[in-house]
Structures are given as structure tokens and as C-alpha cells.
T-cell receptor, first 113, second 114 residues
Framework: AQTVTQSQPEMSVQEAETVTLSCTYD???????LFWYKQPPSRQMILVIR??????QNATENRFSVNFQKAAKSFSLKISDSQLGDAAMYFC??????????FGQGTTLQVKP | KAGVTQTPRYLIKTRGQQVTLSCSPI?????VSWYQQTPGQGLQFLFE???????NKGNFPGRFSGRQFSNSRSEMNVSTLELGDSALYLC?????????????FGPGTRLTVT
């Protein structure tokens, strides 16, 4: 069975600072994809970043980057220069051969002005 | 391109009733997946449809069903509603079924069962 675990229910960061959200996963598949989704109060799920398991290079999207440690099955999200608009719930998700997304429990990020 | 749309956005039903939710995918997307989000269970996969065929099903009772039409629009139905069915139901579409394809989510339907 595939599982995704986010051990930080809540995180807080000062505006303009950097924050890292943690995620670990488990899968027996060798080919899979990892995602971070953002869900603001509007509840609209927004794709933040994706990582292909076969790629060693960590994905980066503007202020968002990941630290993908395949052997440790770890996939953390780093948000640099945090902005008030980054406040949301963040979900780590795994997608394997079945095509369905397996989500973690989510981390609520608070950004303080 | 228009995003994924879901109707209705909010719904209040009584226990024992049935409900149908609708999802229109992004134009050109042929795969539609449904997820249930609750505070207690988080986000859970319900089912996936591709070319009018159910490709995957999550661990939900038979009261939950769905279908997909030839234009890729999808509906999900919940019969004999229970209080525990109160949730945000999210629909996501993707171009196809390969794992590499990203899923784009709609705004969700908030179902309240009283």
C-alpha cells in the first residue's frame, strides 16, 4: 500500500522568511510522481510543484523548491521569501501506477506580517 | 481555457436522500477523478473515469457511484445519505491516465447532510 505522511499539522513563518514543510512517503513502485498542492481558504486545490521520481534534480518553481531524497523517501517543500498569500493548507501527494493521488494529512501554514 | 467546474457549489440534504454532483473537466481532458475531503479522514480517492469507463475505485461503499459521459463530463451519485457523507467533494481532470499527467482540481461541492 502507498502512504504519505505529513508530521507537521501546523507551521508558522514570518513574512519574507523561509519555511520548510516535511513529507515522507512509502511505495514499492519504482516509477512514481510526487506533488505539493496548496489549498487556500477558498478550498481550490492548486498544484504548486511536481517531482518525477526518476529525476535526481530537485524541482524548482520560482520561490518554491523541493528536497527530494529518494532513498529516504522524503519530499520536503521549501518556500522562500514567504508572502501573506502563501498562507494555506499544503498537501503532499503521491501518484503511482494506478494514477490516483494519495494525499498526506496536510500542513496548515500561517504567514505572520 | 476554462478550468474544472463543479455544480452545485453547496448542497444541503437530509439523511436518507440521494444526491448527484456534476463535474465538467478542462476542455480536452478525458480523465476525471473524484475525491472526498473531510476533517477526520482527509482527502480520499473515490473513483476515476476515462473514456466513459471506471478505471479505478477507492474504498467506499456501493452507495457511492459515478459515471462519465461521451463529452467527458462526469457525475457522482450518493444514495441513502448518511451524516458521515458530509464533506467537500473535489473533482479533478487530466489529459489522460498516465501517472505523469497532472490533475487539475475544481472548486469542490460542499455537501451537508442533516
Amino acid at each position: 500500500a502507498q502512504t504519505v505522511t505529513q508530521s507537521q499539522p501546523e507551521m508558522s513563518v514570518q513574512e519574507a522568511e523561509t519555511v520548510t514543510l516535511s513529507c515522507t512517503y512509502d511505495t514499492s513502485e519504482s516509477d512514481y510522481y510526487l506533488f505539493w498542492y496548496k489549498q487556500p481558504p477558498s478550498r481550490q486545490m492548486i498544484l504548486v510543484i511536481r517531482q518525477e521520481a526518476y529525476k535526481q534534480q530537485n524541482a524548482t518553481e520560482n520561490r518554491f523548491s523541493v528536497n527530494f531524497q529518494k532513498a529516504a523517501k522524503s519530499f520536503s517543500l521549501k518556500i522562500s521569501d514567504s508572502q501573506l498569500g502563501d498562507a494555506a493548507m499544503y498537501f503532499c501527494a503521491l501518484k503511482g501506477n494506478t494514477g490516483k493521488l494519495i494525499f498526506g494529512q496536510g500542513t496548515t501554514l500561517q504567514v505572520k506580517p | 481555457k476554462a478550468g474544472v467546474t463543479q455544480t452545485p457549489r453547496y448542497l444541503i440534504k437530509t439523511r436518507g436522500q440521494q444526491v448527484t454532483l456534476s463535474c465538467s473537466p478542462i476542455s480536452g481532458h478525458r480523465s476525471v477523478s473524484w475525491y472526498q475531503q473531510t476533517p477526520g479522514q482527509g482527502l480520499q480517492f473515490l473513483f476515476e473515469y476515462f473514456s466513459e469507463t471506471q478505471r479505478n475505485k477507492g474504498n467506499f461503499p456501493g452507495r457511492f457511484s459515478g459515471r462519465q459521459f461521451s463529452n467527458s463530463r462526469s457525475e457522482m451519485n450518493v444514495s441513502t445519505l448518511e451524516l458521515g457523507d458530509s464533506a467537500l467533494y473535489l473533482c479533478a481532470s487530466s489529459i489522460g491516465v498516465l501517472s505523469s499527467y497532472e490533475q487539475y482540481f475544481g472548486p469542490g461541492t460542499r455537501l451537508t447532510v442533516t
